[in-house]
């Protein structure tokens, strides 16, 4: 079946654009979390949305970051007025539930973003 | 500060070495331990997870780790490696009933035939 999609796979911006990052879960996975990865570092948790509760956005580094997760599928990145520490591949990923710690999170292709 | 910490950034094997990639943890309490595998080019995998229970948990293509909960450590280990175990592998943790899950920087393994 169909995995994690995840667009586009390779972003070049300019430094202080808004740039948008799109994320596909598996279909009837109610659990979403954005990752980031910047090289030679760990993924960084960002956020995390389950059904329809509000989204534990703890993981955020700043402001400029927000998501939107419509209609409890497709999830949107933002980040505005892009900076070059932005620089990373993000990484998207869904499990069937969230709320079991058992659950398998199933990580789509990812998005590498460069600001120049 | 709480952290995962891979103490390898880059491990070199011939095949049919051992490997034992070492993961180290500093969270308090009750935690679930996982270690994910990202080939060349493909998505990240789940390798195994730890939840409770047998310590030892036994993975796919032959990986076990061993959670030491004194130790705070999680070390993945394959007996005997192949030239297709070739790849990116990151270990993870995930605190008891909290969303966030911590990853280490990754231990990237190259083995050579």
């Known amino acids: 079946g169909a995995g994690v999609s995840q667009s586009p796979s390779n972003k070049v911006t300019e430094k202080g654009k808004d740039v948008e990052l799109r994320c596909d879960p598996i279909?009837?996975?109610?659990?979403l979390y954005w990752y980031r990865q910047s090289l030679g570092q760990g993924l960084e948790f960002l956020i995390y949305?389950?059904?329809?509760?509000?989204?534990?956005k703890s993981g955020l580094p700043s402001d400029r970051f927000s998501a939107e997760r419509t209609g409890g599928s497709v999830s949107t990145l933002t980040i505005q007025r892009t900076q070059q520490e932005d620089s990373a591949v993000y990484l998207c990923?869904?499990?069937?539930?969230?709320?079991?710690?058992?659950?398998?999170?199933?990580f789509g292709p990812g998005t590498r973003l460069t600001v120049l | 500060a709480q952290s995962v910490s891979q103490h390898n950034h880059h491990v070199i094997l011939s095949e049919a070495a051992s490997l034992e990639l070492g993961c180290n943890y500093s969270?308090?309490?009750?935690?679930?331990l996982f270690w994910y595998v990202q080939y060349p080019g493909q998505h990240l995998q789940l390798l195994l997870k730890?939840?409770?229970?047998?310590?030892l948990v036994k993975g796919i293509k032959g990986f076990e780790a061993e959670f030491i909960k004194s130790k705070f450590s999680f070390n993945l280990r394959k007996p005997s490696v192949q030239w297709s175990d070739t790849a990116e592998y990151f270990c993870?943790?995930?605190?008891?009933?909290?969303?966030?899950?911590?990853f280490g920087a990754g231990t990237r393994l190259t083995v050579k035939p």
């Open positions: 990923a869904s499990s069937t539930t969230g709320t079991e710690i058992s659950d398998t999170q199933y």
């Open positions: 279909s009837g996975h109610t659990a």
């Open positions: 949305f389950q059904g329809n509760s509000a989204p534990d």
């Open positions: 969270y308090g309490g009750t935690v679930n």
């Open positions: 730890y939840f409770s229970g047998d310590p």
């Open positions: 993870a943790v995930n605190v008891h009933n909290n969303n966030d899950m911590r």
